[in-house]
């Protein structure tokens, strides 16, 4: 596997705490995304990410922001966390592959967060 | 928006069965990708499809992709325990965002030994 770093891989927080959730990769891929991972909801992008300082909003972005200041890491954070924010996090990474218009998606272990 | 509709949700077989998972958009896909998720694991990159009415098969695991690169599916032949885990098929739209991964819900298979 890629080398994709998520942290923490476990956390539980209250409501209204800030919360951030780190991924690291070791790839040098221009690529970053976070999705949520909800039982009978499947894979949802939260925010993504096209380059440095570059990024943009997915199909769940209400209440989640993103910075990339470097190449490397993707922060996803949660001003003020809800019960609805309970969930696993996945970061995942990919290279563009020109010739099929679309990436191909390697994924982090994924961060389970519980929001009492 | 585009939808990716994914059935069964669930799939129970016996060891030496055969499973095969289904994927529908609602539009027209440049492409289709399938991911596997063992129990407790993260999603797992299977095969790309691009053109319209690609086969290809990865020993016992067949994927195929419809004429009209609006479905897809996932058939295994003979499972077995190793296959268990949930399936996931991701679509793209042509002239969509680098972010326009659709996934669907998944197909959550349990093998009996």
């Known amino acids: 596997d890629a080398g994709i770093t998520q942290s923490p891989r476990h956390k539980v927080t209250e409501t209204g705490t800030p919360v951030t959730l780190r991924c690291h990769q070791t790839?040098?891929?221009?690529?970053m995304y976070w999705y949520r991972q909800d039982p009978g909801h499947g894979l949802r992008l939260i925010h993504y990410?096209?380059?440095?300082?570059?990024?943009d909003k997915g199909e769940v972005s209400d209440g989640y922001s993103v910075s990339r200041s470097k190449t490397e890491d993707f922060l996803l954070t949660l001003e003020s966390a809800t019960s609805s924010q309970t969930s696993v996090y996945f970061c995942?990474?990919?290279?563009?592959?020109?010739?099929?218009?679309?990436?191909?998606?390697?994924f982090g272990a994924g961060s389970r967060l519980t929001v009492l | 928006g585009q939808q990716v509709m994914q059935i069964p949700q669930y799939q129970h077989v016996q060891e030496g069965e055969d499973f095969t998972t289904y994927c529908n958009s609602s539009?027209?896909?440049?492409?289709i990708q399938w991911y596997k998720q063992r129990p407790g694991g993260h999603p797992v990159f299977l095969i790309q499809?691009?053109?319209?009415?690609e086969v290809k098969k990865q020993k016992r695991l067949t994927f195929q992709f419809g004429e009209a690169k609006k479905n897809s599916s996932l058939h295994i032949t003979a499972t077995q325990t190793t296959d268990v885990g949930t399936y996931f098929c991701?679509?793209?739209?042509?002239?969509?965002?680098?972010?326009?991964?659709?996934f669907g819900k998944g197909t959550k298979l349990s093998v009996k030994p």
């Open positions: 499809l691009v053109k319209s009415g």
């Open positions: 790839e040098n891929h221009r690529y």
């Open positions: 995942a990474i990919s290279e563009s592959y020109a010739f099929s218009g679309a990436n191909v998606l390697t």
């Open positions: 990410s096209y380059g440095v300082k570059d990024t």
């Open positions: 991701a679509g793209s739209e042509y002239g969509g965002s680098q972010g326009n991964l659709i």
């Open positions: 539009t027209t896909l440049s492409n």
